[in-house]
């Protein structure tokens, strides 16, 4: 199975809940669908950007929305004892069942 594996931090000058984190990571979800619909031109306007500037505007947006699934995931740890590794290899299993990933032989 290929992996892609990122570390973000904890933000430590914050002080998020499960609802404020659940609203700004919906806030950051929107900003890297204007920037995909700015590469599509779904919005109507003629480009202003090049490809080059809009691939790199939805890598930042889609950074900005893993850092906030990440600090939700601290919320879910610190604030109500939920152990996120243990939900991965559920997710995972999750996945393979649904047949998203095919299951590995030894």
């Known amino acids: 199975m290929e992996l892609k594996t990122i570390s973000l931090p904890k933000l430590n000058n914050l002080s998020p809940t499960m609802e404020s984190t659940a609203l700004k990571l919906m806030e950051e979800a929107g900003e890297l669908a204007q920037a995909i619909g700015k590469f599509r031109c779904l919005n109507g306007e003629t480009p202003q950007y090049t490809q080059e500037e809009v691939l790199d505007l939805t ?16 919320v879910l740890e610190d604030q109500y004892g939920i152990d996120i590794e243990e939900e991965v290899k559920r997710h995972i299993e999750k996945l393979v069942r649904k047949g998203y990933i095919k299951k590995e032989t030894s």
């Open 59 to 74: 890598a930042k947006e889609l950074l900005d929305v893993a850092q906030t699934a990440v600090s939700m995931m601290f």
